[in-house]
């Protein structure tokens, strides 16, 4: 074990105290709260993060209060490490307090232990065991506070649009080991049309969903129909009868929005069910589109645009909500194409499928893929880093969820999930084991050396 490992194995303890103080920190968006960007909790986080380093004997910076870091070292390049002090709410099912940052059997559990800020301490610790150990930095290194990374990224948009430095190189130690080379493209769309009711068929209400990036588990439709109507029997539907008519019910399963093939539509398979009763007009039109053109395929096949590559897998395509309520109904997508891919390739056709139906765009956002080929300097930097402390020569991987390493240039998302570890993330007992706390600690600077002096 080198002499960094060791100093850095010898500040357990250490690592696990100051990781305390971030825990306890209630470090959740209040975009009312006080004036400040982001909220009090989050800006007091950012001023305890401070607080720690200047304990440590690092200069702190502040950017108005939407980001800050510190940083060692001297010359003309910086190199960057991209942590956030944000993080979701603790919503229900805890066993200890979220925000107490309580040690069981060598974890610590409580809010942000693994998403981000245990991940900040552990850089914190590895700047400094480099600093005092006097090992030499060819570029400076810049440790970013980020304090927005879970609802938007604003505050790396804030950096970039007020001068902050651009690194020549860096890492995010917010996605997963041996590193995250490629991010697929994200869109996130929602259509809309009107309906005009037709015929003794017309479907009063669908809604179903949550949100466009979650395969919905359940939908429900209410239909008024002619009495003595004939309901077909159907797998996975259901049938209540109502006054005037029926309510159907489909259900599915769950599933990420970067994975919508792991589960089961419940949007998809109810439009493929009411497709088969008479109705007509309007009501006829909007669900043979979505059954025809939608329905439970998770690819995008059915509108033209089902991309794929070698290197990141398919396109993939989620139906995500559905609110059919009167005159008007609004669908939201989530789908995402692979890295080799651009917007273009698939987002035109999306759009002119529905508008050739008679829909509308209503909201369009992209987050554009992200893709640095293994042969590049920065993705061998770091994967040396990473096979030379573990001894895994597993591959990089691509990805079709999205990391902050999108937030500024010249960044991949590294550590600090190691394969096989649970992922806590945004969950119930979210915790990190202090071993690999100081195992992190110890591949980031190791990472640190190598992208300052290489």
Excluded at 89 to 94: F, L
Excluded at 225 to 240: D, M, N, R, S
Excluded at 352 to 377: N, Q
Aim: with cysteine; glycine share 12%.
């Amino acid at each position: 074990m080198s002499e960094l490992d060791l100093r850095l194995a010898g500040q357990r303890d250490a690592m696990a105290q100051t990781l305390r103080r971030l825990v306890r920190i209630r470090s959740v968006e209040d975009l009312g709260g006080g004036g400040k960007p982001f909220g009090e909790g989050v800006h007091a986080c950012l001023m305890e993060a401070f607080a720690i380093c200047h304990e440590m004997g690092f200069e702190t910076f502040d950017l108005d209060e939407h980001v800050g870091w510190c940083e060692f070292g001297t010359g003309e390049e910086m190199i960057a490490v991209l942590g956030h002090l944000d993080v979701v709410p603790e919503a229900d099912g805890w066993d200890v307090p979220p925000y107490e940052g309580r040690v069981v059997n060598g974890r610590m559990i409580g809010r942000g232990t693994i998403d981000d800020k245990g991940p900040v301490v552990a850089s914190l610790y590895a700047l400094k065991a480099i600093r005092d150990l006097g090992l030499p930095l060819k570029r400076r290194v810049r440790i970013l506070f980020g304090l927005n990374e879970e609802t938007g990224a604003a505050d790396m948009k804030y950096y970039l649009a007020h001068g902050g430095e651009v690194p020549v190189m860096g890492f995010t130690p917010d996605g997963e080991y041996p590193l995250i080379n490629g991010e697929k493209g994200i869109l996130n769309e929602s259509y809309r049309r009107t309906v005009t009711a037709k015929g003794p068929w017309q479907v009063e209400s669908f809604v179903g969903g949550v949100a466009g990036n979650v395969t919905p588990d359940r939908a429900v439709a209410r239909v008024l129909c002619p009495e003595g109507a004939v309901w077909p029997q159907a797998e996975k539907i259901t049938l209540t009868p109502l006054a005037g008519g029926m309510q159907v019910e489909a259900a599915g399963v769950s599933a990420h929005g970067s994975h919508p093939e792991t589960g089961e539509n419940a949007i998809g398979r109810l439009a493929l069910y009411l497709k088969q009763l008479p109705f007509e007009g309007d009501c006829r039109r909007v669900l043979d589109f979505l059954a025809d053109r939608i329905g439970m395929d998770s690819f995008g096949q059915n509108l033209g645009c089902a991309l794929k590559d070698e290197i990141s897998g398919p396109l993939t395509f989620n139906m995500g909500v559905i609110h059919w309520q009167g005159g008007t109904v609004q669908v939201k997508l989530n789908y995402r194409y692979p890295v080799t891919f651009t917007e273009k390739d698939c987002q035109p056709l999306v759009q002119a499928a529905f508008e050739k139906a008679g829909w509308s765009l209503a909201c369009h956002l992209h987050k554009p893929r992200l893709y640095v080929p293994e042969s590049e300097k920065l993705v061998q930097s770091l994967l040396k880093v990473y096979r030379a402390a573990t001894g895994d020569n597993a591959p990089p991987k691509c990805i079709g969820g999205g990391t902050y390493a999108k937030a500024i240039p010249n960044i991949l998302a590294f550590g600090p999930l190691f394969e096989g570890d649970e992922v806590l993330e945004h969950k119930p007992n979210e915790s990190i084991s202090l071993d690999r706390l100081v195992q992190n600690a110890q591949i980031i600077a190791a990472a640190m050396l190598e992208l300052a002096n290489n």
